[in-house]
C-alpha cells in the first residue's frame, strides 16, 4: 500500500470526527504531543483524547501538505494546519500551527506512530 492513500484516510477520519476510523490508522503504542506539550502515550490514551475531541461538534481544521517523504518501511509528513474552534465563553478564534506526523508501515499497514503539533 503507497502512503499516500493511508494519509489520507487518516486526516479524513479527523476531519469527519471518525474516532474508529481515526484508531484504524494509529500503532497501538503510538504517542502524540498536544500544543499544550501534554504527552499521550499508547492508543487507550490517544483514544479517549479524540473521543472527547471529536465529540466536540465547534471545532473545524483544514490541512496543506507541506511536505511528504517516504524511507522504505517509515514515512513522515508536515502539515500546515487552519484551526477554528470556540472558546470556553463562546468566542470563536482560530490557530495556525504545523502538525508532524510520523508512519510506519507494519504488516503492510501505515500506522501512526507519533504526531507532534506544534502553535506557530
Known amino acids: 500500500m503507497e502512503f499516500s492513500p493511508a ?11 471518525d474516532l474508529d476510523g481515526f484508531l484504524a490508522t494509529v ?9 499544550n506539550g501534554k504527552l499521550l ?10 473521543t472527547a475531541w471529536f465529540g466536540d ?5 483544514k490541512t496543506e501538505v507541506i511536505r511528504t517523504e517516504t524511507f522504505g518501511e517509515s514515512a513522515f509528513v508536515v502539515l500546515s494546519v487552519a484551526y477554528a474552534d470556540l472558546d470556553p465563553e ?9 502538525l508532524t506526523l510520523y508512519f510506519a508501515r507494519i504488516d503492510g499497514r501505515w500506522l501512526l506512530v507519533h504526531d507532534q503539533n506544534t502553535f506557530s
Open 7 to 17: 494519509l489520507a484516510a487518516h486526516l479524513r477520519a479527523i476531519e469527519t470526527r
Open 57 to 61: 461538534p465547534d471545532w473545524s481544521l
Open 41 to 50: 502515550t499508547g492508543i487507550d490514551a490517544i483514544g479517549e483524547f479524540h
Open 90 to 98: 463562546g468566542r470563536p478564534y482560530e490557530k495556525s500551527y504545523y
Open 27 to 35: 500503532h497501538p503504542d503510538a504517542t502524540v504531543i498536544l500544543p
